[in-house]
């Protein structure tokens, strides 16, 4: 019944931008706090940021902060990740998750998981 999608370019030079999109259906993201994962080849899926459902606060990992930012806009039901000055080491499959819980770092703590989507940083 619920949905998240994942969208955004799956390219990005290092040095540039990209904005990825959480959208959710069936259910309303006001209540839920919305995490950032990604997972590249080889490697176990980790937290990226999150953004929580009641104030507002926002978590990021330390190979991501100060360069990443996540925000959400609960009139159009989606969770933002903009991403500045991408590094190759950023290249993953990113995941949005709704967790009814709040923000964690216990990755069955989320309730709702989208597909995932491909972004490749590199020249």
């Known amino acids: 019944q619920v949905q998240l999608v994942e969208s955004g370019v799956g390219l990005v030079r290092p040095g540039g931008s990209l904005r990825l999109s959480c959208a959710a259906s069936?259910?309303?993201?006001?209540?839920?706090?919305i995490g950032w994962f990604r997972q590249a080849p080889g490697k176990e899926r980790e937290g990226v940021s999150c953004i929580s459902s009641s104030d507002g606060s926002t978590y990021y990992a330390d190979s991501v902060k100060g360069r990443f930012t996540i925000s959400r806009d609960n009139a159009k039901n989606t969770v933002y990740l903009q991403m500045n000055s991408p590094k190759p080491e950023d290249t993953a499959v990113y995941y949005c998750?709704?967790?009814?819980?709040?923000?964690?770092?216990?990755?069955?703590?989320?309730?709702?998981w989208g597909p995932g989507t491909q972004v490749t940083v590199s020249s």
């Open positions: 069936r259910f309303t993201i006001d209540y839920y706090a």
């Open positions: 998750a709704a967790s009814r819980l709040g923000c964690s770092s216990w990755q069955l703590d989320y309730d709702y």
